[in-house]
């Protein structure tokens, strides 16, 4: 059995759409199960039914025409209960609804199962038999698994609009090509314009549909990749000739036969010819090749279906490295993938990139944070987004309620357009705020300072009137590099940043890498990097990563003494004193060296809960606190904060978090202790309201959200932020109190600061 469904999910996942998907389940399903029915319902919400899409077994006239209301028939008690129902004599059931059409009239038995995707109920698989006998388990949870690998493609094709252009193909719906799909807020803002789908490289199953323009110079690139392929596997046999039993030689040889046979070149120029372009061309033809083998009744030849599909990476990874055509990117760009990455970022003209939706992710991943920091919208946890067949098409994205929508209707586009209006008059509003100081109506001077870690964000950073860096990333310039950044080159760009606020304070961050932020020649693999080795951990366990860079800093203070040294990750006592050693231990050294170093001000990251219930202890020891509330979050509410299955529950307005951080600040100010928040959630306007009434003493964001703080701070006063953080402490969840602040913006003409418009 599991043989079986693994196969039919196989071929699920490699069907071209939604209609050839529930083909393929309840043929295949009625064949595995031995059954004389299966048919697929899926639910549409907006009229209240459920549609039936597909069906093996009862008359096909009927696909599309039937539907029953949420409240009729054995598949909506299916569908209510979220539950399967299995039952003997379905006929006797009082919920059992007969369409004549159907001509079901002959089958007893039934047995339903609910098609759910993120808690909610997209539809019913049902299987039918004339024997009227309830269900074995086995056969409940067969169905059971194969309904909840079908819920993905069905809530993509959801999202994408397809159900709706199925049913209007089979005369019993109408398009909306302009339905939202559902991600998470990344960065504020509205993006509209062309879609780029970008993709890792060598990944056949990520390659997305792209239009092409010369089909003889896509068959040129696809036929030198094919020969570059059977010259590596005629190399590698050769080389390993004498050392591989005959059996496995066998193997090469088979790999140069489908290279020199008309079948896979010969499909794959043929589907080229057809216009698809050279690595879709490969994938389909691979998959196909893929299906056939999997589907063999002997082991051996169905396990060769993985070597069948190593075959077409290693054609697409040739095709990829000779295809040296730069991307080209439109003046519109909404770059869109999968997982995107800062590299991809990086790639594009910033001029050109409009907005940015990847499937992966959330508010606080490390795309996230840098599309705020450029003021780009961004989208985040996109799932149902489908990728591969989107590329080139109108979209837009909301960065404010997480909505995509591609291939936009015109009237959804001119509300747009309207949108887009607003939000230039409201940021122009807003920068007339930018040298003004930021005091609360009575008077109460919260500093706001900037979060960055590339040079070329100084300048902008200055523009917006960031009064000093209160957050700044040094693990940047060691990414980009191919090796740990000497002393020297560390020095000379914390002397810039120092330099070019001096004399405002700046909050340099010792290196901060694992969980999401890897360095390329220094590989962590661990299967929970975010609890593993990252931040202080890493650099104590390697003191001589720290002192170099301890001593950089500490150099490039020399004449300015701005200089703030913030620590990560420190989640004991016993972290922090071996920190503060060599710290110690560093300006040492440059004093003996005869450089007149003053020693600077030494901070803690308050971003684990152990260090929120060491406050009092900490406090003892340094010189101010900085919240990090991107990670605070993740750990208090142990969600993976780069995990879109559960990103909704990623909330820093979620009460504990609240509770958490007033905890500090009270904490702190028992030891006269000033305490920061440089997390997203310092950028984030509602929150603001709740860290003024906090007392916090000062907040750090991305350069474009300064502004829009600035005007929440000069707009209230110190004790009516206290009102309102009094309220929200008596709110149990997250959506309740972030509703309840909202509506405060909107009550104050400024609902534009937290939704898009003005």
Same mark, same amino acid.
């Given at each position: 059995m599991l043989d079986?469904?693994?196969?039919?999910?196989?071929?699920?996942? /490699?069907?071209?759409?939604?209609?050839?998907?529930?083909?393929?389940?309840?043929?295949?399903?009625?064949?595995?199960?031995? *059954?004389?029915?299966?048919?697929?319902?899926?639910? +549409?919400? $907006?009229?209240?039914?459920?549609?039936? !899409?597909?069906?093996?077994?009862?008359?096909? #006239?009927?696909?599309?025409?039937?539907? =029953?209301? &949420?409240?009729?028939?054995? *598949?909506? =008690? $299916?569908?209510?209960?979220?539950?399967p129902v299995n039952l003997a004599n379905a006929p006797e059931h009082?919920?059992?609804?007969?369409?004549?059409?159907?001509?079901?009239? #002959?089958?007893?038995? &039934?047995?339903?199962?609910?098609?759910?995707?993120?808690?909610? $109920?997209?539809?019913?698989?049902?299987v039918q038999t004339r024997n009227a006998e309830c269900y074995l388990e086995d056969s409940v949870t067969f169905l059971i698994t194969i309904a909840s690998q079908l819920a993905g493609a069905i809530a993509h094709a959801a999202a994408s609009g397809e159900i709706d252009r199925i049913l209007a193909k089979k005369g019993s719906g109408t398009v909306d090509d302009s339905k939202p799909l559902r991600g998470l807020p990344g960065a504020p803002g509205v993006g509209k314009g062309t879609a780029v789908v970008v993709y890792p490289m060598a990944d056949l199953l990520a390659v997305p549909d792209r239009k092409i323009d010369d089909i003889e110079a896509e068959i040129e690139i696809f036929n030198k990749a094919v020969e570059k392929v059977r010259n590596d596997i005629t190399d590698l046999a050769s080389r390993l000739e004498k050392r591989l039993p005959a059996e496995d030689k066998a193997l090469f040889d088979a790999y140069l036969m489908m290279l020199d046979g008309a079948s896979l070149p010969g499909e794959t120029i043929g589907y080229i010819r057809r216009g698809y372009w050279a690595p879709a061309a490969l994938r389909e033809t691979i998959m196909e090749h893929v299906k056939v083998f999997r589907e063999m009744n002997d082991p051996y030849l169905s396990e060769r279906a993985d070597d069948v599909f190593d075959l077409?990476?290693?054609?697409?990874?040739?095709?990829?490295?000779?295809?040296? %055509?730069?991307?080209?990117?439109?003046?519109? @760009?909404?770059?869109?993938?999968?997982?995107?990455?800062? @590299? !991809?970022?990086?790639e594009v003209p910033t001029e050109f990139l409009k907005g940015v939706v990847s499937v992966r992710g959330s508010r606080t991943s490390h795309v996230a944070i840098l599309s705020r920091a450029l003021g780009i919208p961004a989208v985040m946890g996109a799932t149902d987004l489908?990728?591969?067949?989107?590329?080139?098409?109108?979209?837009?994205?909301?960065?404010?309620?997480?909505?995509?929508?591609?291939?936009?209707? %015109?009237s959804v586009l001119k509300e747009y357009d309207r949108i887009i209006a607003e939000e230039a008059e409201l940021t122009a509003e807003l920068m007339e705020l930018r040298d003004q100081p930021a005091h609360t109506s009575d008077g109460v001077h919260i500093p706001l300072y900037a979060n960055t870690g590339l040079l070329s964000d100084i300048s902008p950073s200055l523009q917006s009137g960031a009064e000093g860096i209160g957050l700044y990333r040094t693990e940047f310039p060691f990414m980009i590099r191919q090796r740990f950044?000497?002393?020297d080159e560390q020095y000379q760009i914390y002397r810039q *940043?120092?330099?070019? &606020?001096?004399?405002?304070? $700046?909050?340099?961050?010792?290196?901060?890498?694992?969980?999401? %932020?890897?360095?390329?020649?220094?590989?962590?693999?661990?299967?929970?990097?975010?609890?593993?080795?990252?931040?202080?951990?890493?650099?104590?366990?390697?003191p001589e990563i720290f002192l170099v860079q301890a001593r950089a800093m500490m150099r490039a203070s020399v004449g300015l003494n701005n200089l703030h040294i913030l620590l990560p990750m420190i989640s004991s006592v016993a972290e922090l004193t071996d920190s503060i050693l060599l710290l110690r231990q560093a300006h040492a050294e440059l004093v003996e060296e005869g450089i007149d170093v003053v020693e600077p001000k030494i901070g803690v990251m308050i971003e684990v809960p152990s260090a929120v219930y060491l406050i009092d202890s900490l406090a003892r020891r340094v010189d101010f606190f900085s919240i990090g509330t991107n990670d605070l979050t993740q750990y208090l509410l142990a969600v993976d904060r780069n995990n879109a299955n559960v990103a909704e529950l990623y909330d820093s307005l979620h009460p504990a978090v609240i509770r958490a951080i007033f905890h500090v600040v009270l904490g702190a100010k028992a030891h006269n202790i000033p305490v920061s928040v440089c997390g997203e959630m310092a950028g984030d306007p509602a929150a603001a309201l709740l860290l003024i009434g906090m007392g916090v003493n /000062?907040?750090?964001?991305?350069?474009? /959200?300064?502004?829009?703080? %600035?005007?929440?701070?000069? +707009?209230?006063?110190?004790?009516?932020?206290?009102?309102?953080?009094?309220?929200? !402490?008596?709110?149990?969840?997250?959506q309740t109190i972030r509703q309840y602040l +909202? /509506?405060? &913006?909107?009550?104050?003409? !400024?609902?534009?600061?937290v939704r898009a418009g003005k």
């Open positions: 079986i469904l693994r196969r039919i999910i196989q071929e699920v996942n /490699s069907a071209r759409n939604l209609d050839q998907a529930l083909n393929i389940i309840v043929q295949q399903v009625k064949q595995a199960m031995a *059954v004389d029915v299966c048919s697929v319902y899926l639910s +549409n919400d $907006v009229q209240q039914q459920h549609v039936l !899409m597909a069906s093996e077994g009862l008359r096909e #006239e009927a696909i599309g025409k039937i539907r =029953l209301a &949420f409240d009729e028939g054995l *598949v909506s =008690l $299916v569908a209510s209960r979220a539950e009082p919920r059992y609804y007969y369409f004549p059409e159907t001509g079901e009239e #002959e089958f007893s038995s &039934f047995l339903g199962v609910p098609i759910i995707h993120h808690r909610k $109920v997209l539809g019913v698989l049902v077409g990476r290693r054609i697409l990874a040739h095709m990829q490295s000779e295809n040296i %055509k730069v991307q080209e990117y439109p003046q519109d @760009t909404i770059l869109v993938g999968d997982e995107i990455t800062a @590299t !991809m970022l990086a489908p990728v591969g067949r989107v590329d080139g098409c109108p979209i837009i994205a909301d960065g404010y309620s997480g909505n995509v929508i591609v291939s936009p209707s %015109k950044p000497g002393e *940043v120092l330099e070019a &606020f001096a004399p405002r304070p $700046v909050y340099l961050r010792t290196l901060d890498v694992g969980g999401d %932020k890897a360095l390329p020649y220094f590989p962590i693999n661990e299967e929970n990097p975010f609890l593993g080795w990252r931040g202080i951990r890493i650099t104590l366990d390697h /000062s907040l750090s964001m991305s350069a474009s /959200s300064l502004t829009r703080v %600035k005007w929440v701070i000069r +707009n209230v006063s110190k004790k009516r932020a206290l009102e309102l953080l009094d309220e929200v !402490m008596e709110m149990e969840d997250p +909202n /509506s405060r &913006f909107e009550v104050a003409g !400024m609902g534009g600061l």
